[in-house]
C-alpha cells in the first residue's frame, strides 16, 4: 500500500453517532467525542510498547516530547498491523483486500471456537435484518427482511456490499470476545444481532485472546476501533453512491 490516509482527515466528518462509538471503544467516554481526542487516544493504544518502555524508565511523557517516538499510524498502517496480528498479511496487497480479509479472519476464528449449538444459530437462526441495509441507505427487497447471519454475508457479497457487513459482523464478534457492551444505538444493525446470538460479553475472549493480547500493539482494544472504521468508512461510501435500488 502506497497511500497513506490520516486517520483525522477519514473520521472528522463523521456524524456524532458514529464519533461516540469511537469514543467508547477508546474508552474516552460517551462526551468525549471530539476528533482530536480520539486519534490521540488510537496513536497511544497503537505506540502502547513505545509508552509502557518510556514509563519504565521513567521518563515524562507529554504530546510534546513523545510525538517523534510514538506517531499516529495512518489507516493504511493500522490495517497492515492488524493483518500481521492475524497472520494474513502475506495474503494483502490492496487496502480493498485488508479491509476484505480482517473481518472474515476474525470471523472464522469465531466460528472455529463455537460448540456446535452456538455455530448453528449463527446459520440458522432468522432475524430482521432490514435495520442494518437501512443505515446504508439499501432498500433492495433482495436484501433486506428476515435472514440468518450467514445469509445475509452471502447476499451481501453478491451484491458488492461485502466489507460493510462483514466488518459489522466482526464488530459483534470482537466487542463480545473483549466484554465490551455497546449502547444498542451504537450498533448498526447486523453487529447487535450477532451479539445477541452469540450470547454473553465475554465468554469468547479464550477463542480470541491470541490475536488480541498485547504484544507491543493493545489490539485488545485496536482491533475493535478499526473494525468500527472499516464499517463505517464502506456505511458513508455506501450512502454517497446512493444505492437504494
Known amino acids: 500500500m502506497i497511500s497513506q490516509t490520516e486517520l483525522k482527515h477519514l473520521i472528522t466528518d463523521w456524524d456524532e453517532r458514529d464519533k461516540t462509538i469511537l469514543a467508547i471503544l477508546c474508552d474516552l467516554g460517551e462526551n468525549n467525542t ?22 519504565r524508565n521513567f521518563k515524562r511523557v507529554t504530546r510534546q516530547d513523545s510525538s517523534e517516538e510514538m506517531p499516529c499510524p495512518s489507516y493504511e498502517t493500522l490495517l497492515a498491523g492488524a493483518a500481521k496480528k ?27 471456537k463455537m460448540n456446535p449449538a452456538q455455530r448453528d444459530r449463527f446459520f440458522s437462526e432468522e432475524f430482521n435484518a432490514t435495520p442494518m441495509w437501512d443505515a446504508a441507505g439499501i432498500k433492495s427487497r433482495n436484501i433486506t427482511g428476515l435472514r440468518t447471519a450467514a445469509s445475509v454475508l452471502a447476499l451481501a457479497n453478491a451484491s458488492g456490499y461485502a466489507v460493510y457487513a462483514g466488518a459489522t ?29 452469540i450470547g454473553p460479553p465475554g ?18 482494544k485496536l482491533m475493535p476501533v478499526l473494525l468500527t472504521i472499516i464499517a463505517t468508512k464502506h456505511r458513508y461510501d455506501i450512502l454517497a453512491r446512493g444505492h437504494t435500488q
Open 34 to 55: 471530539a476528533t482530536d481526542a480520539i486519534v490521540d487516544k488510537i496513536r497511544w493504544m497503537y505506540n502502547s510498547r513505545t509508552r509502557h518502555r518510556i514509563t
Open 86 to 112: 492475524l497472520r494474513i498479511h502475506k495474503h494483502c496487497k490492496t487496502v480493498d483486500e485488508y479491509e476484505r480479509y480482517i473481518p472474515q479472519a476474525i470471523i472464522i476464528a469465531a466460528l472455529a
Open 169 to 197: 459482523t466482526a464488530l459483534g464478534f470482537a466487542t463480545h470476545a473483549m466484554g465490551i457492551t455497546l449502547p444498542y444505538a451504537a450498533y448498526t444493525g447486523l453487529s447487535a444481532t450477532i451479539a445477541q446470538l
Open 203 to 220: 465468554w469468547l475472549a479464550l477463542a480470541t485472546y491470541s490475536f488480541f493480547k498485547v504484544t507491543g500493539t493493545d489490539w485488545n
